[in-house]
């Protein structure tokens, strides 16, 4: 069945650029969206953006200007930066499968999640 | 921006029925997916299309929507399934989640 695996730095330093990576096991990036969540301590869930295995992306409005999501079809992983991270930006990040669509889809495949603090 | 509403707390007593609703502007023209969460994990979805469940969800987990709200139904609940519950949905391409709710088994 297909897993996801995030990876990733557990500490930035505020103003830098927070970088991780989500590694599809058991099944194809090919012909799905891949989307970044996050949920900060004891909060709700946030949608961070999602790509297409073609390369094509959307971001939340909140985000876009710190946001670059990319894939590469042939290690069969999506990666996620952010820049200039601050402290609210410290959160679990998990990766999901969106589905073939992407609008009106679910996230039905999620990673484990990987914490990441921003702090000096 | 859109937004869903949930009430941040339900409480039901084991075997009976727990609600949990969410509330958004027309909510009933757009799909409702529902995700569970379980202390220290990761979401599960269980219900997607408004009312449709993923294999390995049991029947016990239905839903519904309709005007502006929509209804994650559990029958006979069970302890193991004291969680935070959230709904998502789309607005103009962009995912929206509500702010979850606790369900509380006592």
């Known amino acids: 069945q297909v897993q996801l695996q995030e990876s990733g730095p557990g500490l930035v330093k505020p103003s830098e650029t927070l970088s991780l990576t989500c590694t599809v096991s058991g099944g194809s990036i090919i012909n799905y969206y891949w989307s970044w969540i996050r949920q900060s301590p004891g909060k709700g869930l946030e949608w961070i953006g999602h790509?297409?295995?073609?390369?094509?992306?959307h971001y939340n409005p909140s985000l876009k200007s710190r946001v670059t999501m990319s894939v590469d079809t042939s290690k069969n992983h999506f990666s996620l930066k952010l820049s200039s991270v601050m402290a609210a930006d410290s959160a679990v990040y998990y990766c999901?499968?969106?589905?073939?669509?992407?609008?009106?889809?679910?996230?039905?495949?999620w990673g484990q999640g990987t914490m990441v603090s921003v702090s000096s | 921006s859109y937004e869903l509403t949930q009430p941040p707390s339900v409480s039901v007593s084991p075997g009976q029925t727990a609600s949990i609703t969410c509330s958004g502007d027309k909510l009933g023209d757009k799909y409702t997916s529902w995700y569970q969460q379980k202390p220290g994990q990761s979401p599960v979805l269980v219900i997607y299309h408004d009312s449709q469940r993923p294999s390995g969800i049991p029947e016990s987990f239905s839903g519904s929507n309709s005007g502006s709200t929509a209804t994650l139904t559990i029958s006979g609940t069970q302890a193991m399934d004291e969680a935070d519950y959230y709904c998502q949905a789309w607005d103009s391409s962009t995912v929206v989640f509500g702010g979850g709710t606790k369900l509380t088994v006592l």
């Open positions: 999901a499968r969106l589905g073939l669509t992407g609008d009106s889809d679910s996230f039905d495949i």
């Open positions: 790509i297409f295995y073609s390369g094509s992306t």
